[in-house]
């Protein structure tokens, strides 16, 4: 592991899809994304997955340069089609028209196909939230995770973000339905650690500690037959919505190859009406649980995080770090 100052990391990541073409804003908007998980310490979903990003661009199931084409179905229902285009630059684009549509009616929203790798949600929820809107933020990916009492891979890790804005700092919730994201087992993988026992299966269904077996087999829902619930719901709810594929047919956001099919889906609501700092100032200021040292609101630990490493620099693993100068500096790396 490797400590880089967060300047550095940018410029280099910069350089990088400054070489696959990536135009200046949409360079900005997928590095900001990213920047913003590591920051966190969501490192699954940093820059990790740049070099991905990179030979998705250069075998032509990504483009860089698309922002997606818009059909309003309703006055509060908008379908876009996202042409290939990068994930945060997309889904960036629908949410700025989303959010005067929401302020006419009340509330409106965006159902996504044909957009690459939306990226973390949080990062959308937040910054709509600090706009005064309240969002819930859906989206779907490769079969990863199997239905509970199953022993195979069969919906998507299927994660929700929710921002509220409360009058000070904005609420911010964001959590995959699936014990953790796929990201975060390749992450143990790319750093050789194991994985704690209870987050995922082998091929043959067995649990197992081993990363590696875990990426050939399935992820658990959280919460049990709880998580299962919620992912199954918010699949059918992207599919049906977007018309993105489901299940075992889901392709495109952990493979350099494939066209990408999953689905995202932003419900923007006008509001709240009221400041709710009040009460959340009540929940921090309960008296702490045994082993804890204070109530923390979703969203702080993250944002605690970001500061810290703003100022300390952002720990990357070797390889990542290797990879990403060397995609840098050279055109073929």
């Not at 629908?94 to 409106?108: Q, T």
């Not at 082993?291 to 300390?312: H, Q, T």
Request: proline content about 5%; some cysteine; glycine content about 12%.
């Amino acid at each position: 592991m490797v400590i880089v100052q967060a300047n550095v990391l940018r410029r280099v990541a910069e350089d990088v899809l400054r070489r696959a073409g990536v135009g200046g804003e949409h360079r900005r908007q997928q590095i900001d994304l990213l920047m913003e998980a590591d920051l966190r310490g969501v490192s699954s979903h940093g820059l990790l997955r740049l070099e991905r990003i990179v030979h998705r661009i250069r075998n032509g199931v990504s483009d860089p340069g698309a922002t997606g084409r818009h059909v309003w179905r309703s006055p509060s229902f908008l379908a876009v089609d996202g042409e290939r285009g990068l994930g945060p630059v997309v889904a960036n684009q629908a949410l700025e028209v989303l959010k005067p549509r929401a302020r006419e009616n009340g509330v409106a929203l965006a159902a996504i196909t044909n957009s690459n790798h939306v990226g973390m949600l949080g990062w959308y929820a937040e910054r709509v939230a600090e706009a005064g809107f309240t969002i819930i933020a859906l989206s779907t990916s490769e079969a990863l995770v199997h239905p509970w009492g199953g022993r195979m891979a069969m919906l998507g890790t299927n994660p929700i973000a929710i921002g509220i804005p409360t009058g000070g700092a904005p609420f911010m919730m964001d959590t995959a339905t699936s014990v953790v994201s796929m990201g975060e087992i390749h992450d143990h993988a790319n750093r050789g650690q194991p994985i704690p026992l209870g987050w995922a299966i082998d091929s043959a269904g067995n649990p197992t500690t081993d990363a590696n077996a875990a990426k050939q087999g399935a992820i658990g829902p959280f919460g049990q037959a709880k998580g299962y619930a919620l992912g199954l719901a918010f699949e059918l709810i992207v599919g049906s919505l977007s018309g993105a594929a489901l299940g075992r047919d889901v392709r495109g956001t952990l493979d350099d190859t494939n066209v990408c099919n999953k689905g995202d889906v932003f419900i923007v609501i006008d509001g709240p009406r009221r400041d709710l700092q009040d009460y959340l100032e009540a929940i921090r200021h309960l008296p702490p649980a045994e082993g804890f040292d204070e109530v923390l609101i979703p969203g702080e630990r993250g944002r605690a995080c970001r500061d810290r490493r703003l100022s300390e620099g952002i720990p990357i693993a070797d390889e990542v770090w290797n990879r990403l100068q060397a995609l840098a500096c050279c055109e073929t790396a």
